[in-house]
T-cell receptor, first 109, second 113 residues
Framework: GEDVEQSLFLSVREGDSSVINCTYT??????LYWYKQEPGAGLQLLTY?????DMKQDQRLTVLLNKKDKHLSLRIADTQTGDSAIYFC?????????FGKGTTLSVSS | DGGITQSPKYLFRKEGQNVTLSCEQN?????MYWYRQDPGQGLRLIYY???????QKGDIAEGYSVSREKKESFPLTVTSAQKNPTAFYLC????????????FGSGTRLTVV
């Protein structure tokens, strides 16, 4: 079936690195996305990776893609309290994006 | 500034009533989407529209209806047939389907009273 899987919770200390993992189902997905949602708000596009790339870095964010295992990860370096949010992984299908259930990141000071 | 606007932010519905959630975008995007978000469930697709005057059911369309008479607007009606409508509703738009990232609205929280 079309399921994007993510772990539900991650707790880190301020200044540490956070790694959020995701597995997706469709090897033909062209793009894979990471979105961030703060409480009571919509989703904000953080970054994306094209399927023929292995890695993409954007300031504190690093995305790694393992196409063989259909595994995607988001690393946030030097995690701050403002990074506390829900992070969604999404894969592109022919008609719409399919989202995971989201990983709640909690950052303690 | 271009963006996507959902209104109202909070909506209360009595049992048996239909309510309509507004979604407007000025991004000149062709495609628009409605998702429902419940705690621990992630986002589930209700309806999507790839072009004006055309829309398709998503995974959980029962009890909902939409229209797409203008490119900018994609209202969602939650009908009395939707048995559990209390949720957070998100509208999104994109340049097209199949790989374009979405721009999301800020959401409407619907509560049945």
């Amino acid at each position: 079936g079309e399921d994007v899987e993510q772990s539900l919770f991650l707790s880190v200390r301020e200044g540490d690195s956070s790694v959020i993992n995701c597995t997706y189902t469709d090897s033909s997905s062209t793009y894979l996305y990471w979105y961030k949602q703060e409480p009571g708000a919509g989703l904000q596009l953080l970054t994306y990776i094209f399927s023929n790339m292995d890695m993409k870095q954007d300031q504190r964010l690093t995305v790694l893609l393992n196409k063989k295992d259909k595994h995607l990860s988001l690393r946030i370096a030097d995690t701050q309290t403002g990074d506390s949010a829900i992070y969604f992984c999404a894969e592109s299908m022919a008609t719409a994006l399919i989202f995971g259930k989201g990983t709640t990141l909690s950052v303690s000071s | 500034d271009g963006g996507i606007t959902q209104s109202p932010k909070y909506l209360f519905r009595k049992e048996g009533q239909n309510v309509t959630l507004s979604c407007e975008q000025n991004l000149n995007h062709d495609a628009m989407y409605w998702y429902r978000q419940d705690p621990g469930q992630g986002l589930r697709l209700i309806y999507y529209s790839q072009i004006v005057n055309d829309f398709q059911k998503g995974d959980i369309a029962e009890g909902y209806s939409v229209s797409r008479e203008k490119k900018e607007s994609f209202p969602l009606t939650v009908t009395s047939a939707q048995k559990n409508p209390t949720a957070f509703y998100l509208c999104a738009s994109s340049m097209g389907t199949g790989g374009y990232g979405y721009t999301f609205g800020s959401g409407t929280r619907l509560t049945v009273v």
